[in-house]
């Protein structure tokens, strides 16, 4: 819609309305009153027609003003100005105020605007599917009604199924197990879940999807093509942390996620642990009893240079005082028969 168009007052004259079109080259141009009511449409048809019969240019427009004319509201669909019969379109409010026009040309640039954003949705449309289809993880989408509407090859090939046959058809039907329509009916979020699909344990995500405050479906994702899956990817992290080149950093953040916490205190403890770790240094950790020391001193062991040896735990207060020393630190030679004094060989068995 072209706005604040070029209009002409029901009170000038016919010569004034063939200025009007000397300078624009409309085919139509709306007529007004003072307070920017339309009275009428005044074209080049009309005036021609005015010349024709010899009337005089000095006559005011009113005489020949077409006073039946299409006209569409600011809220009609585009559809509406299409067929226009002239080359303007009064766009008027419901109390006959007009409000803007539609040209032909204002009709072009709709058109392409629509053109590019179906093409521009369309791609977007394209984008996401591929990326659905390139995800690891089985993702599958139903609506309000627990139908499928969308579901990606990993999934498909879990269950053996083709897309094409799928779509649209009840999710408990296609899928072993499923509780995504419960999910569309109580929007309630199940995370980590155990579902055994064609055979396989699962563990899944069931999120439901809303809009302005209702649920109008569910999205299912599998975590784990399968729970076996998941124990050999933990196994592999294992071993990657036996490995001589994994970084520094994600080791560290390995064991010290082993420390369960978010405190400032523990958030500090754990700096302090990664800072003294890596030092030829004895630590002495104190604490109440059941504070975690001994899991302290087992991540320190694992990140330090020693990673690589065993950790032995002993109770110090099950050892006599007058042997303390001496367990720890060793004998001295022939104190007793077998006393040495680089001290007591443990046991590895």
């Not at 064609?198 to 109008?216: C, K, S």
């Amino acid at each position: 819609m072209t706005a604040d168009p070029i209009t002409i007052n029901i009170h000038q004259t016919i010569n004034e309305a063939i200025q009007a079109f000397s300078s624009h080259n409309f085919y139509g141009i709306p007529v007004t009153d003072n307070h920017g009511f339309l009275h009428g449409m005044i074209t080049k048809s009309s005036i021609m027609l005015a010349l024709y019969n010899n009337q005089s240019t000095d006559e005011s427009i009113q005489t020949i003003i077409e006073t039946s004319f299409d006209y569409v509201s600011p809220l009609d669909p585009l559809e509406k100005a299409v067929n226009m019969r002239e080359g303007c379109l009064p766009v008027i409010t419901s109390d006959g105020k007009l409000t803007g026009i539609i040209t032909r040309t204002d009709l072009l640039k709709a058109r392409s605007i629509q053109v590019d954003t179906v093409q521009t949705t369309l791609s977007t449309m394209t984008i996401l599917q591929q990326v659905l289809d390139s995800t690891y993880e089985g993702v599958v989408v139903v609506n309000h009604e627990g139908k499928i509407t969308e579901i990606n090859e990993a999934y498909c090939k879990l269950i053996n199924q083709k897309k094409e046959d799928v779509l649209h058809h009840p999710v408990e039907e296609v899928i072993d197990n499923t509780r995504l329509q419960q999910t569309c009916k109580t929007g309630i979020e199940e995370r980590n879940q155990l579902q055994r699909i064609n055979g396989q344990d699962m563990l899944v995500h069931r999120i439901p999807l809303t809009a302005n405050e209702r649920v109008i479906g569910a999205m299912g994702l599998l975590i784990y093509r399968d729970v076996d899956e998941m124990f050999s990817l933990t196994n592999k992290l294992a071993e990657s942390f036996r490995h001589p080149d994994l970084g520094k950093q994600a080791k560290e953040n390995f064991y010290l996620d082993q420390i369960i916490g978010s405190s400032a205190k523990t958030l500090d403890l754990k700096k302090q642990i990664a800072k003294i770790a890596p030092l030829p240094s004895n630590v002495l950790i104190t604490g109440a009893s059941g504070t975690g020391k001994e899991l302290c001193a087992q991540t320190i062991h694992k990140l330090s240079q020693a990673a690589s040896g065993k950790f032995v735990a002993i109770n110090c207060s099950a050892i006599p005082e007058n042997l303390l020393e001496s367990e720890l630190f060793g004998y001295v030679d022939g104190a007793f028969t077998g006393a040495l004094r680089s001290g007591k060989k443990v046991n590895s068995n």
